[in-house]
């Protein structure tokens, strides 16, 4: 009586500990301004959910790249399967809480010999079949099941989080790189428009040699610029070539696959970003994939502390074993051979050379360097923010300015190409003139591209 009132106890006491919810480590934020340095140049307000937001571009080539990329993107497969693998020891740490019951069966034939039939001295042949279940069930009184399931839980919703943070990466680099082969096509197309204009210019100074107007030295020149324009080809259709590559490794697709996609050339997209709000630095801790992963980090990091701590304490469990050994299918010999054992067994640690509170140390190490590793995500994640918040002001203003100068080029251009054909000026001014044409057109386009990245950046550090 005294045994089955000792094992209700224990029993109570397990259940009692099971239904007892871990206290969740918390850590504080490094210090954060309450605004953005760079306030001043972005939307004020709090940041909505916009869902969709590369949308916005219509462009459908672009959707299409997008849905390609989150379905088939291998790194955010191995990111979703990082969730799988961590939910699966999630179950098998929660496991501990319940009772171990295993079953294990024997048959065997034996002969033994007349020395070993004692006292008969009469060797004998006969079957033998054992089988028995036996049972574990180990008593959580300190909290080392307890602290291990929360540390798994955390180590779930930081997967969670890591894939949440990968799929927001792939949809940035995708649009990114998309806008960048796009650019490199209006680039492409302004070398050859440039080109083909400095090709005419030069057969027009040709026929102006050949007539005894023009120095032999102006056709050089001409076909010079006209070469070295051409020159400017090569190295931007490598550029674009080698970002449709990226795409096919992004989207999980054959270059060809890409290419037939992309083709033919297609204008800049144009996108007019959403009236967004940029929030407070604050408004990260809770928007960032990456910030609430390394949080859980932190959490899992200070649960195995409490693993390690509560390994150096006793351990309680439950045992039981019943069995029979027989020697053949009878009602009466099993029921004479049938035989159990319960009981509780406990164990404490005396001496071990210091190894569980290495242990106790590493944990708490782990638990220092992912409050660090917390501390940095929240920073590097306001640096992104703040630094795509300037970047998009900066950019606007320089594609603001270009365009001025752009026109103003093309003005000249047609000013001082008009002049030198009735013999005003001279040809050097129009060779001069179209160089200038062409890098301010060409910086022009590479200004908008960089425009539209720094604001898809932007998108993707505000956690959109």
């Known amino acids: 009586m005294k045994y089955v009132r000792l094992v209700a106890a224990l029993a109570a006491a397990s259940v009692l500990t099971a239904c007892t919810t871990t206290p969740l480590a918390t850590v504080a934020p490094p210090p954060l301004a309450a605004t953005y340095a760079n306030e001043d140049l972005a939307k004020h307000g709090p940041v909505s959910d916009l869902g969709a937001w590369w949308q916005g571009f219509h462009d459908p080539i672009l959707d299409r790249l997008v849905d390609t990329a989150i379905a088939n993107n291998l790194n955010l497969k191995a990111a979703v399967a990082r969730i799988d693998a961590a939910r699966a020891l999630r179950i098998g740490t929660a496991s501990q809480w319940f009772p171990s019951l295993d079953l294990n069966a024997d048959a065997s034939r034996q002969r033994m010999s007349a020395s070993q039939a004692f006292p008969t001295d009469t060797p004998t042949t006969g079957n033998a079949f054992g089988f028995n279940a036996s049972l574990a069930w180990e008593i959580d009184i300190f909290g080392r099941i307890r602290q291990g399931v929360s540390a798994a839980d955390a180590d779930v919703t930081s997967a969670q989080n890591d894939a949440l943070a990968v799929r927001i990466a792939t949809i940035d680099e995708t649009v990114q790189t ?12 302004l070398v050859e428009a440039n080109a083909l204009s400095q090709r005419s210019t030069e ?140 009981g509780a067994s406990a164990s404490a640690p005396l001496f071990d050379g ?65 002049s030198w054909r009735s013999g005003e000026s001279a040809f050097i001014d129009t060779l001069e ?18 425009e539209l990245r720094s604001q898809v950046r932007l998108m993707s550090a505000l956690g959109q």
Do not use: C
């Not at 998309?178 to 197309?189: D, F, K, M, P, S």
């Not at 179209?434 to 301010?440: E, F, G, I, K, T």
């Open 178 to 189: 998309y806008v960048t082969v796009r650019g490199l096509e209006q680039r492409i197309a």
């Open 203 to 342: 057969q027009s100074t040709q026929r102006m040699f050949d007539a005894g107007v023009l120095p032999v030295a102006d056709v050089d020149r001409a076909t010079a610029q006209t070469e070295t324009t051409l020159a400017e080809l090569p190295a931007l259709e490598l550029e674009r070539q080698t970002a449709i590559h990226r795409l096919s490794i992004i989207t999980a697709s054959t270059p060809q696959d890409i290419y037939a996609r992309l083709d033919p050339p297609a204008p800049a997209p144009v996108w007019t970003p959403p009236a967004l709000g940029i929030g407070t630095p604050a408004d990260l801790l809770r928007r960032r994939p990456d910030v609430r992963a390394a949080e859980a980090r932190v959490v899992a990091a200070y649960a195995r502390i409490g693993v390690a701590e509560a390994d150096l304490k006793p351990h309680l469990q439950l045992i039981g074993v019943i069995g029979a050994a027989i020697d053949g299918f009878s009602g009466a010999t099993f029921a004479r051979s049938l035989a159990w054992m319960a």
């Open 354 to 418: 210091g190894r569980r509170r290495s242990v106790v140390a590493l944990r708490r190490a782990e638990a220092d360097q992912a409050v660090a590793a917390y501390r940095a995500t929240v920073l590097t994640a306001v640096n992104d923010v703040e630094t795509s918040i300037a970047a998009t002001a900066r950019n606007r203003s320089r594609t603001e300015s270009l365009e001025r100068a752009t026109s103003s080029a093309r003005g000249a251009y047609t000013q001082i190409n008009r």
């Open 433 to 450: 003139v179209q160089r200038s044409l062409l890098a301010v057109e060409d910086s022009l386009a590479q200004a908008r591209t960089d």
